[in-house]
């Protein structure tokens, strides 16, 4: 099991003795042009989670490839890049300049992008035909039915899986109007972890790809049921805000949490937590 950051999470080149920690390190998701993000206030803290709406800043692709991530390579750790877009053409034309990273890892739940599975499958299929660099598709568990959108990533030629992205949500100050200036923003941490766990398990027993999990992941326990729930590997996001320390004290906790549940390695917790309920949507 390997342990990553997940995207948007680290600044790998502010912070690069937390990025040296990771066995990956993924990029915050790189769009075609650059963008300023959404207006302050931006972060939100939640009664059990927090609320972002970063509004995908980021510096571009051009200033990404020429200035960022030369300077990621030199780390010394595999490096992931997210990729965003406003149409298949923005990712496959990303995807086509990317070159010496470990993989890619197609952010699909970007702004006016349609999350339903038709069109993730063409972001997927376009991406395909444009690099032979692994394809990790990162889904939302916004849709209804995450596993019918994971088939049709793995059918458009996906490697692997990212689950899950943040979910849509509010939150209020004491004079009842909106905290982020936005309205809304994504949910993460604690909050998200049993409807991740659900997406990871529902998508595990859809398609046979390796998935990373993620979301509210914070001890060695919660990234062992995230492995228990069919991961091959995990990301830190939110915790990292609070614990930068959080890779090395999960890596540490999880041969606790492993002895806790009986079994005698990450890899031995794989898949324990199969779920009748969705082995029934499996096709036969
Ligand atoms: C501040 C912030 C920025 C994020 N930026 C991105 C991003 O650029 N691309 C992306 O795919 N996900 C982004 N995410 C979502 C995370 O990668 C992750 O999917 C989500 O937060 C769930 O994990 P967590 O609960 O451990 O944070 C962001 C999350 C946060 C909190």
């Given at each position: 099991?390997?342990?990553?950051?997940?995207?948007?999470?680290?600044?790998?080149?502010?912070a690069?003795?937390?990025?040296?920690?990771?066995?990956?390190?993924?990029?915050?998701?790189?769009?075609?042009?650059?963008?300023?993000g959404?207006?302050p206030p931006r972060?939100?803290e939640?009664?059990h989670g927090m609320?972002n709406?970063?509004?995908?800043?980021?510096?571009?692709?051009e200033?990404f490839?020429?200035?960022h991530?030369?300077?990621?390579?030199?780390?010394?750790?595999?490096?992931?890049v997210?990729?965003?877009?406003?149409c298949?053409?923005?990712?496959?034309?990303t995807?086509?300049?990317?070159a010496?990273?470990e993989?890619?890892?197609?952010?699909?739940s970007c702004?006016n992008v349609?999350?339903?599975?038709?069109?993730a499958?063409?972001?997927?299929?376009?991406c395909?035909r444009a690099?032979?660099l692994?394809?990790?598709?990162k889904?939302?568990?916004?849709?209804?039915?995450v596993a019918?959108?994971?088939?049709a990533v793995?059918a458009a030629?996906?490697?692997?899986?990212?689950?899950?992205?943040?979910?849509?949500?509010t939150?209020l100050?004491?004079r009842?109007?909106?905290?982020?200036?936005?309205?809304n923003?994504g949910?993460?941490g604690?909050?998200?972890r049993p409807v991740?766990?659900?997406?990871v398990?529902a998508c595990?027993?859809?398609?046979g790809l390796?998935?990373v999990?993620?979301?509210?992941?914070q001890?060695?326990?919660?990234?062992?049921?995230?492995?228990?729930?069919?991961a091959v590997d995990v990301?830190?996001?939110?915790?990292?805000?609070?614990?930068?320390g959080a890779?090395?004290r999960?890596?540490?906790?999880l041969a606790?949490?492993?002895?806790d549940a009986?079994?005698?390695?990450?890899e031995?917790?794989g898949?324990?937590?199969k779920?009748p309920?969705?082995e029934?949507?499996?096709?036969?």
């Amino acid at each position: 099991m390997r342990i990553l950051n997940a995207s948007g999470c680290l600044d790998a080149l502010a912070a690069p003795e937390v990025a040296r920690e990771l066995d990956a390190f993924v990029t915050k998701t790189v769009t075609p042009l650059p963008r300023e993000g959404s207006a302050p206030p931006r972060i939100a803290e939640t009664a059990h989670g927090m609320l972002n709406a970063i509004g995908l800043a980021n510096p571009g692709r051009e200033r990404f490839l020429a200035e960022h991530l030369p300077r990621l390579r030199e780390l010394g750790v595999p490096v992931w890049v997210s990729v965003g877009g406003f149409c298949a053409g923005d990712y496959a034309e990303t995807c086509l300049r990317l070159a010496d990273i470990e993989a890619i890892e197609l952010n699909l739940s970007c702004p006016n992008v349609d999350e339903a599975a038709d069109s993730a499958a063409e972001i997927v299929s376009a991406c395909r035909r444009a690099t032979e660099l692994p394809l990790y598709a990162k889904l939302s568990a916004a849709h209804p039915d995450v596993a019918e959108v994971a088939r049709a990533v793995a059918a458009a030629g996906a490697d692997g899986l990212s689950l899950i992205n943040t979910l849509r949500a509010t939150a209020l100050d004491r004079r009842l109007r909106p905290v982020l200036a936005r309205g809304n923003g994504g949910l993460s941490g604690p909050a998200l972890r049993p409807v991740a766990l659900h997406a990871v398990s529902a998508c595990h027993q859809a398609v046979g790809l390796p998935i990373v999990g993620m979301g509210g992941i914070q001890t060695g326990r919660d990234a062992l049921e995230f492995v228990a729930c069919g991961a091959v590997d995990v990301a830190l996001g939110t915790v990292l805000f609070s614990d930068p320390g959080a890779p090395a004290r999960v890596r540490a906790e999880l041969a606790v949490a492993c002895a806790d549940a009986g079994v005698a390695t990450p890899e031995d917790a794989g898949s324990l937590a199969k779920s009748p309920e969705t082995e029934r949507k499996v096709p036969a």
